[in-house]
């Protein structure tokens, strides 16, 4: 598979717009999301972060639109903070080691709490609260640590870049692809290998449901999937590539690595350059790793919600619309106004304010003086060719028919050969990748 990866940055902006104007801008999104479940981290990184790793992320405009979600932010105060992470946090062995140790327990943590989030309506008031706030002290603490490898990446892809300038390499893309490559299997992939094991007998269908039934959440919902949707995928596999497949996916590690072996030898890189691939590589699989311990935590913050709404009469779908930081004042019996919440269920933008250490709510006019401009952009119609950096060069040059998915949930929409133009490639869109000859983001 070939990605094609491009930035557009020509937005139009407005006098009182809360991002400097003459700055390029990085934009994530839009992808489907809700503001409960992406809260959590716009705290950690308001709030607490920066009070255990000393650099702050920029500021940055998080907006919500009719269920899409855009985070924008001054891409090179991204680079620059993300350098500092990645230089004198990643690059530095004591301190990699201590985050690392610190995230594992965080997770741990986050685990033991979540086993604990069953049935929530056996429990009074009280107990009630003290579970949530359990659960979103530790979520928040998760975060603070997790958040790391995230804004490291943004730094550390760009040092690699650099090294790679000075080094005598041909063939720039190719080999920035594989001093890049993840350390470890994707999540969605790890599930995949086990689904393939459950195909050949060396694993039990019950075991992989338990394991896995949080698979297909997102930023915008939650779903328990039951043993008839594995079911139904088991079927879809082919006993005569069963294995075929098993070998491929494990190997994928051991050949990503031997293939990094291979371009630092043939182009006598440094054992720098080496160091800053072995680190990139460990950060990116890292991040990945980390969003399956997040839509698993989304699983439990939607058992809250639905305790929420049973109790405190209040619709999940207002109750999706809070900050997580809100949840407990509705638990103290305090809501959000019924007007504030119209204003959010028609549109919302949080807007982040990194040096004041807190959040700020737009909605109503202030929404459409500070955000809605931002989220316009100007591309000239006329453009017959775009280009961008491959990221993964695949079988080489492809072609197919374009289809431009905006949602995911269209992914049927994809057929196997098509290539695919999203906004990204979020974990909703793997149904829509799966069928694609290339991917365009």
């Known amino acids: 598979m070939s990605t094609v990866e491009i930035k557009i940055v020509s937005i139009f902006f407005m006098k009182n717009s809360p991002l400097n104007p003459k700055t390029e801008l990085f934009r994530w999104g839009p992808a489907p999301g809700r503001p409960i479940y992406v809260s959590y981290f716009m705290e950690s990184i308001a709030k607490r972060t920066h009070k255990i790793y000393k650099y702050k992320w920029p500021e940055f405009l998080f907006c919500f639109v009719n269920g899409q979600m855009t985070f924008v932010c001054n891409n090179d ?48 008031n009280s107990q009630l609260k003290q579970l949530y706030l359990d659960f979103y002290e530790k979520y928040l603490t998760f975060w603070d640590h997790g958040l790391v490898p995230e804004i490291a990446n943004w730094g550390g892809e ?8 000075k080094a005598p390499t041909r063939d720039f893309t190719l080999v920035y692809e594989k001093l890049s490559a993840p350390s470890g299997l994707s999540f969605y992939k790890q599930e995949e290998l086990d689904l393939l094991r459950v195909k050949k007998g060396e694993a039990g269908l019950a075991e992989h449901v338990k394991k896995y039934f949080w698979i297909n959440n997102s930023y915008l919902d939650s779903t328990v999937l039951t043993d008839k949707f594995f079911r139904r995928r088991l079927a879809e596999l082919d006993k005569l590539e069963v294995d075929q497949e098993i070998k491929k996916i494990s190997n994928f590690i051991s050949d990503s690595k031997t293939d990094k072996e291979k371009y630092l030898k043939k182009y006598k890189l440094s054992s720098d350059v080496k160091k800053i691939s072995d680190r990139l590589g460990y950060c990116i699989y890292w991040q990945d790793e980390r969003k399956g311990n997040i839509f698993k935590a989304n699983h439990y913050i939607k058992l809250f919600l639905e305790e929420f709404n049973r109790r405190y009469n209040c619709p999940l779908s207002h109750l999706e619309q809070y900050w997580c930081w809100e949840l407990p004042n509705l638990l103290a019996g305090k809501k959000v106004s019924e007007k504030e919440m119209k204003n959010r269920l028609k549109e919302q933008a949080g807007y982040m304010i990194a040096e004041k250490e807190k959040n700020e709510v737009i909605t109503s006019k202030e929404f459409a003086t500070k955000v809605r401009p931002i989220l316009q952009m100007n591309v000239d119609k006329k453009v017959s060719e775009v280009r961008g950096v491959c990221v993964s060069t695949g079988y080489g040059v492809v072609t197919g028919k374009v289809k431009i998915l905006l949602d995911p949930s269209d992914f049927d929409k994809m ?27």
């Open 158 to 165: 760009v040092i690699l870049k650099d090294s790679l300038k």
């Open 77 to 124: 105060e991204l680079v620059a903070q993300g350098k500092k992470y990645f230089d004198n946090l990643i690059m530095n062995d004591k301190t990699f080691a201590l985050i690392k140790k610190r995230y594992t327990k965080a997770t741990g943590d986050l685990e033991k709490v979540e086993n604990k989030i069953t049935n929530l309506n056996k429990l009074n």
């Open 415 to 441: 057929k196997t050969g098509d290539i695919l133009v999203a906004p990204m490639t979020s974990p909703e869109y793997i149904l829509a990748m799966r069928k694609a000859v290339a991917v365009v983001t």
